[in-house]
Structure formats: structure tokens, C-alpha cells
């Protein structure tokens, strides 16, 4: 039997049968939430499927209303949204630059009471500070540009979607429908960042650092310090050509050669735990 990795794919839009290639879908198996053809009913796979079967042109109006609601959320909810929070996003940013300005300012002002040995710290204190705006900056700036390709690709698929409603078949309709299922409508909140907090010290006589302050540095903002040199977890050799990686979070990582059909799953220690065979080369693979 062949593996899910290797049942040929339908492509969105394409009324022929992925089996029967010279057939027309005209079915929807419900079971398998797949388009079929005549052939594949009494095929093995779906003779146990027949209750669930539905004519595609029975579900072209329920499917096309999933469509139109999508477009109604998208141009009244949605994209207003995503708008609203790129500005909120551009706003919060000025905000801490400004804060940052006020503090490298408090940061010098602070120095000319000190002493001239305390110039070192402070201008270590002044560096520490370019380096968390650039970390807050680098956070936002992030944020905006997910939320900017959200807005692309919502844009996109509101103008594919109305074409769709105009002159698509009942298979883009079909497809149309499945492929806003799989999609995250949930808009992710502007990062609230704590900014970094300077107190000019009051004592003169106490420790050099008392005298030029506390810098208190968020949480958040220390993962984005970058390190001297990077810290080698595992080594390893690899018997195959590698033309990309693909890390996954728990420490392993995805592997394929342009050249053959496969990707394999590494762990730390190079051993091959997953392979997944594909019915083409593999150009590139992203996670």
C-alpha cells in the first residue's frame, strides 16, 4: 500500500480525477474529504464510503456561502483589523523610541555629578541601551511585517475568492472553501514590551555602579543579545549531500537533497529517525 507521502496530489482547481486522471471529480467523499470520480466509488478505498458520498453540484451552495462569509469578514473585519493594528503597531514603536531618547538622556545627565572614573560605565550603560532599542525596534518591526503579509495575503485571496464567486467551478468553489479552513484567522496582539527603567543613584559615597544607577533590562529583551561566539550543542557527520535544513523546535531538523525525492528527520545525533518519500525530486523544503 502506498503511503500518504505518495498518493498523487490534485491540484486547486483541476476537475480531473488524481487517480483517474482522464476522468471528471463528480463526487464528494465525506468520509475522506476528498474529490472523486465515478471509478474511485467502487475503488477499495471508498466502496465502504457510499452513505457519505455527495454529488459535487449538490454542495456548490453551501461551499460558495462558506466563500462569501469569508469575504464579508475579510473586508469588514478582518482587513480593517490587521490596519488598525499596523498603525497601533507604528505608534507603540515611536513610543519607545522616545522612551529610549528620555532615558540615554537621563543616562548623560546623570554622569556629569559623577566622577570621572564612573565615564566608562556609563557609556557602557549608553551602549546597553542602543542595544535594547535595536532589540524592542527589531520585535515590533517583526510583528508589523507578519501582520503587513497577512494583509498581502488576505488582499490576495479576497480578489481570488470574488472571482471564485463569479465564474468558478464547483471544484474551485470545493477547493476554495477547504483551503480557507486551514487558514489561522487569529490576528496576533502588538508584543507589549517592558522597557528598560534607569534610577540615578542618591548616594555618592556608595559603589561606582549605586552612583550611575540601575538599569533594568525585560525578560524578553535578553534573548536578543547577541552572543560572542555560538554554543555547539552537537556534532556530527552526515553520509548524504544536504541542500536544506529545515531546524524543528525540540532540537532535531529536517534534511533533503535537491537531487532525490526524500527529506529525513536527524536528531541531535545525526541518526535518521523519519523518512518521507515524495513521487518527485525535492527542490526545497521549509517548516
Not at 483541476?14 to 483517474?20: L, P, Q, Y
Not at 464528494?28 to 471509478?39: A, S
Not at 543579545?225 to 523546535?249: G, H
Request: hydrophobic content about 30%; proline content about 3%.
Amino acid at each position: 500500500m502506498a503511503s500518504i507521502a505518495q498518493l498523487p496530489i490534485r491540484s486547486k482547481g483541476n476537475s480531473k480525477c488524481s487517480i483517474h486522471k482522464e476522468k471528471d471529480v463528480v463526487f464528494v467523499c465525506q468520509e475522506c474529504e476528498n474529490l472523486i470520480c465515478t471509478t474511485c466509488c467502487l475503488s477499495e478505498n471508498h466502496k465502504n464510503h457510499i452513505d457519505s458520498l455527495r454529488e459535487l453540484s449538490e454542495i456548490k451552495t453551501e461551499k460558495t456561502n462558506t466563500i462569501v462569509d469569508f469575504v464579508n469578514d475579510t473586508e469588514k473585519v478582518n482587513i480593517p483589523k490587521l490596519n488598525q493594528e499596523i498603525i497601533s503597531s507604528r505608534t507603540k514603536m515611536s513610543t519607545y523610541k522616545t522612551h529610549y531618547e528620555n532615558l540615554r538622556k537621563n543616562i548623560i545627565e546623570n554622569n556629569i555629578q559623577c566622577k570621572l572614573e564612573l565615564d566608562k560605565l556609563t557609556e557602557d550603560y549608553i551602549s546597553l541601551c542602543h542595544t535594547m532599542e535595536a532589540a524592542t525596534t527589531d520585535i515590533i518591526q517583526t510583528h508589523i511585517t507578519d501582520l503587513e503579509r497577512r494583509l498581502d495575503t488576505l488582499r490576495n485571496l479576497l480578489s481570488e475568492y470574488k472571482q471564485t464567486l463569479q465564474i468558478g467551478t464547483a471544484v474551485l468553489v470545493y477547493d476554495s472553501v477547504s483551503e480557507i479552513q486551514e487558514m489561522d484567522s487569529t490576528i496576533p496582539p502588538t508584543p507589549d514590551i517592558d522597557m528598560a527603567e534607569f534610577t540615578p543613584g542618591k548616594d555618592r559615597q556608595s559603589l561606582l555602579k549605586q552612583a550611575v544607577g540601575n538599569i533594568i533590562i525585560p525578560d524578553e529583551l535578553l534573548r536578543y543579545t547577541i552572543p560572542d561566539s555560538p554554543t555547539v550543542m552537537s556534532e556530527f557527520t552526515y553520509p548524504d549531500d544536504i541542500t536544506s535544513i529545515c531546524l524543528t523546535s525540540d532540537g532535531r531538523a529536517w534534511l533533503c537533497d535537491c537531487s532525490n525525492d526524500t527529506v529525513n528527520l536527524i536528531n541531535t545525533k545525526g541518526q535518521v529517525i523519519q523518512t518521507i518519500q515524495h513521487n518527485s525530486d525535492i527542490q526545497d523544503i521549509s517548516l
